[in-house]
């Protein structure tokens, strides 16, 4: 599957797509310390293992390229489908060096446009702890609404967080 966007194109991501820099940005604590990513170390071996059980779970992993170079990998998404709720929930990671550049937003506003459109799908949603900031505008920023909390749904670090999810709905 490919997905064009301005500029990054959405495609499956696969185990030739493993860097070192993305197993690198899998164990930064920093980068991801609001992520389930946070609770184990990564390395090739489970990013291969990864890739497997999101296909044999029957969703989707992309990754994020960008279109005018030499497609350079800047990222994924992971789209989880609930098929009896017709509704799909999303996970993104950027490699540190891509934050702040409107790439996630594009890639987001990128698999809306598959999902309801493509997909049919009435809902999409993401969750992310209350104080991941960055998360928070991004789903703000491109159209999603409060969708409710979950109070001290993770135990990341020793620490419980609340879980604050968003939504956004066919028009």
């Known amino acids: 599957m490919i997905i064009q966007g301005k500029n990054i194109v959405l495609k499956n991501f696969e185990e030739e797509h493993i860097t070192d820099e993305y197993i690198t940005t899998l164990n930064d604590k920093k980068l991801t310390k609001y992520s389930l990513l946070s609770l184990k170390k990564h390395d090739k071996n489970s990013c291969v293992n990864y890739i497997k059980d999101i296909k044999l779970g029957g969703s989707l992993l992309l990754g994020i390229f960008l279109k005018n170079s030499n497609q350079s990998h800047l990222g994924n998404i ?58 928070t505008n991004l789903a703000l920023k491109v159209g999603m609404v409060r969708d409710g909390i979950r109070k001290k749904h993770y135990v990341l670090g020793n620490i419980e967080h609340d879980v604050i999810h968003f939504a956004k709905y066919k028009c």
Do not use: P, Q, W
Request: proline share 0%; glycine share 8%; with cysteine.
């Open 78 to 135: 992971t789209i989880t489908f609930y098929e009896f709720n017709n509704s799909a929930d999303l996970g993104v990671i950027l490699l540190k060096n891509y934050h702040g550049k409107g790439y996630a937003s594009e890639s987001f506003e990128i698999v809306f446009n598959y999902l309801f459109n493509i997909c049919k799908i009435r809902k999409v949603t993401i969750g992310t702890c209350v104080g991941n900031k960055k998360m």
